[in-house]
């Protein structure tokens, strides 16, 4: 087995009337799970921020969702609360066939670091255990769907392609936030890092 899909973030909170909706994320469900069907292994991710995240505007005073901080491993976006750890936002859309998972690999679970990868955190050394994960079934071929395209799947893209994966990303079944162009960006670095983009 050497194929896997990696399923990125599809969450109640990236979904339209979500804490951090991403504009027509819900109309990919249908079409992952159509995907699911073609794979024997399957990744899914699920953003898993503990109450008062780093990551939260909430969590600096005087800042807003969509301001940047820095932290001491360097530039970090602010949000609104999302995903906090068992609420009824962090679950999967209820629409997402998830018992076809065979793993879920939670992420930004760290009180200090985001991180929008499924293999590092934001600081980009520390391991999510994914490529173990992946190493030890075998695993050198990685498709890529989800949320936020310019976000989550733009560094999964990157550090996969950067771990020596062949990695496509399906543009059509994955949406973007686009904040100031970041979709424009993610786009460039991605094709740019070799990753194919579908
Ligand atoms: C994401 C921003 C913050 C994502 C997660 O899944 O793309 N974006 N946390
Ligand atoms: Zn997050």
Redesign the pocket.
Known sequence: MTQALLV??I?TD?CPGGA?A?PDGDAIVPGVNALMHDFKEIILTQ?W?PKGHS?FASSHSGKAPFETVEMDYGAQ?L?PD??VQGSAGAAFHPGLNETLGNIVIRK?VNPGI?S?SAFFENDRTTRTGLHGYLQERGVSTLTLV???L????YYSALDAARLGYRVTVRGDLCRA?DLDGSLAAARDKMRTAGVSLA
């Open positions: 990125i973030d969450q990236f951090l991403v953003d921020h990551s976006m949000w999302h995903c930004g985001d929008y989800g949320l936020a310019d976000f989550c799947v936030i």
